[in-house]
């Protein structure tokens, strides 16, 4: 929908005012009225690495959700700020992991005998606290589109892994780029005593998977992949890897948001593709590739915006840069510094993966 030109004119002025001061990150995910002011564009590994790139900019306002943001002020200097639009910017899955259940679970391998064989590999979607632990228990953080690379690494320093929170990225990184089967994983479920799994099964499994998902990507299903192909004879389908299994498996691509869009712009005209990923950054991308002739469809019309990523708004964004402007610092995320330090060295870890 076209934004309230008031508002954009607003949000211009106030940048205007700012200048280099701040710098603006906007995920993929964000509405088209947020994205216009983003001076980068990314997915999650790329914006972190953007934030940490920009020691000049006082302020950083982070358009998208608040592990981001948590990230980006692990990764930048004390006396940079990072801002989030609107505190209520959350993300359902990075709250299915919390420290004290990741705590009682790392218990929980102590006591099967196994902890000093299990390196945790959290994904980017995931509290400050939880990389905090990750990095104290020897372990690295992924994202979407290194998390094959992670594991290699993990697999290198021990023989287990314990993926947290998104068991569908870790399943799926594991069954399709790792060729370990659906035997080789076991989903321990923070809700039950000993994750509901006895120490025997621990001892077995390679990987450790948190049961956490994402709220968005877990509504499409193998009907939706099925209903497609039928309904739009030669479609490449393309999905996100925070699908479940069997969809990833019916697919013929999947990739991060960067990768997406990536395989987009490579795409030949006349090409027909349907992606499952979050609907804002599909209807852009169908709007920018029409002219060319390629056709992109959403995999799943039932399927919704996140909610959390959308409340980042125009007019949200307004409010905290004219805000800045004025000298009030507003919605500061602000990681402690002891979890600080720890979260920075599994992030970092990261970073330095080949
Ligand atoms: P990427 O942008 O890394 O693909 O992540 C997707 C996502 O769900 C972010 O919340
Ligand atoms: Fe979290 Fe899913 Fe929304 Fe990403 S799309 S912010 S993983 S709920």
Same mark, same amino acid.
């Given at each position: 929908s076209p934004s309230d030109p008031d508002l954009v004119e607003r949000a211009r002025k106030a940048k205007e005012k700012l200048g280099d001061k701040v710098f603006v990150l906007g995920h993929h995910y964000q509405r088209d009225e947020v994205i216009q002011f983003a001076d980068v564009t990314g997915d999650s590994f790329k914006l972190a690495r953007d934030a940490a790139a920009r020691?000049?900019?006082?302020?950083i306002v982070f358009c998208g959700v608040h592990f981001m943001a948590e990230s980006a002020d692990i990764l930048t200097s004390d006396d940079q700020k990072v801002v989030l639009? /609107? +505190?209520?910017? =959350?993300?359902s899955m990075a709250d299915m992991a919390t420290a004290e259940q990741v705590a009682e679970c790392w218990d929980v391998l102590t006591e099967a005998g196994i902890a000093e064989q299990v390196v945790p590999v959290s994904y980017m979607n995931s509290s400050a606290d939880i990389k905090a632990f990750t990095g104290k228990q020897g372990g690295t953080i992924c994202t979407s589109s290194n998390a094959k690379r992670a594991l290699d690494w993990a697999f290198e320093q021990g023989e287990k892994v314990l993926f947290l929170p998104d068991q569908h990225l870790g399943r799926n990184t594991a069954v399709r /780029?790792? =060729?370990?089967? +659906? /035997? /080789?994983c076991v989903v321990y479920n923070?809700?039950?005593?000993? =994750? =509901? +799994?006895t120490a025997e099964e621990l001892r077995a499994a390679k990987m450790i998977l948190w049961r956490g998902h994402c709220s968005v990507h877990g509504r499409f299903s193998l009907d939706s992949v099925n209903d497609v192909r039928a309904r739009i004879p030669g479609v490449n389908v393309l999905v996100h890897p925070e699908c479940k299994h069997e969809v990833v498996a019916a697919a013929d691509y999947v990739g991060s948001t960067e990768y997406i869009i990536k395989a987009l712009e490579a795409a030949p005209a006349g090409s027909k593709w349907a992606i499952g990923t979050e609907l804002n950054l599909v209807r852009r991308l169908a709007n920018r590739f029409a002219p060319e002739g390629k056709e992109i469809v959403f995999l799943d019309k039932t399927v919704c915006f996140c909610s959390t990523m959308n409340r980042i708004d125009l007019p949200h964004l307004v409010w905290a840069l004219e805000s800045l402007a004025e000298g009030n610092l507003v919605n500061r995320i602000e990681v402690d510094r002891e979890t600080e330090a720890f979260a920075k060295l599994a992030l970092e870890r990261m970073l330095a993966l080949p």
């Open positions: 020691p000049e900019a006082e302020y639009p /609107d +505190l209520a910017a =959350g993300c /780029d790792m =060729g370990m089967s +659906l /035997d /080789d923070p809700h039950k005593p000993n =994750g =509901g +799994l």
